[in-house]
């Protein structure tokens, strides 16, 4: 089985590829379309030019082939993508994946991403692409797609990854609670720029105790929240919860 993860930024989608990555029958994936979006994206970001020179940058289906043997050799492949490449994607070919989202709530989205970049759009959020892909996904297989909250997640891992391998048939095992600190087999090149936190970490990170507000997001970003806020809603009206 193909695990097609569709997220936003700034969640923990790192954590949960590494808590996939614990399974004795899954290996993982880390953003194999992230090379293509890059090269295509064409402004300055960290290891530019090692993720052009060893991804593949051109050709989706060499992509999906690599994603398909890793299938056929280990059985469960986790692929972590972000949304904002699905145009990167052969879209025939991910309707034979088994989707799962993930979804954050906007406010804890924006807040983190305005502090690596300042000037964030509604684009920059991937949900209009979650929407996109949830719809399309939920048509094909008659049924709603499984969608995890970082935050529900991150309240009770037990929980919520007991439930999300249920839809996904596949038996929960206690190792996907816990890993190893430090780097991850599975890493992209740019872990160095991007996954200190989770390096540093050996599980979810619990909630903290005092929740960020609308209050807390800059001024001139408040209207992306407002336009992201329906969009978050009808997914986390599908989420698993804690």
């Not at 972590?80 to 699905?86: D, G, I, R, S, W």
């Not at 050996?202 to 807390?216: E, W, Y």
């Not at 800059?218 to 698993?240: G, R, T």
């Amino acid at each position: 089985m193909i695990i097609y993860l569709i997220s936003g930024p700034r969640n923990c989608s790192t954590a949960l590829m590494y808590s996939f990555s614990q399974r004795p029958d899954t290996t993982a994936i880390d953003e194999p379309f992230y090379g293509l979006w890059l090269t295509q994206l064409n402004e300055p970001q960290p290891f530019f030019d090692e993720i052009a020179q060893s991804m593949e940058c051109n050709d989706q289906n060499k992509i999906h082939d690599l994603i398909e043997a890793k299938e056929k050799i280990k059985g469960n492949v986790f692929v972590k993508n972000m949304a904002n490449t699905v145009k990167y994607m052969n879209n025939l070919r991910i309707l034979n994946y088994q989707p799962l989202f993930l979804i954050r709530d906007p406010i804890d989205t924006i807040i983190s991403h305005a502090k690596i970049y300042p000037k964030v759009t509604a684009e920059d959020l991937c949900l209009e692409y979650q929407i996109e892909l949830y719809d399309r996904f939920k048509t094909m297989l008659k049924e709603d797609p499984p969608v995890i909250d970082g935050n529900e997640l991150r309240q009770n891992p037990l929980s919520v990854l007991t439930q999300v391998c249920r839809q996904l048939n596949l038996p929960f095992t206690h190792e996907m609670l816990s890993w190893p600190r430090g780097p991850n087999p599975a890493d992209g090149i740019w872990s160095e720029a991007w996954y200190k936190d989770v390096h540093s970490s050996t599980g979810f990170v619990p909630l903290p105790s005092i929740r960020k507000t609308k209050a807390d997001i800059p001024n001139e970003l408040v209207p992306i929240y407002d336009q992201a806020v329906p969009l978050y809603q009808k997914l986390f009206s599908h989420s698993i919860r804690a």
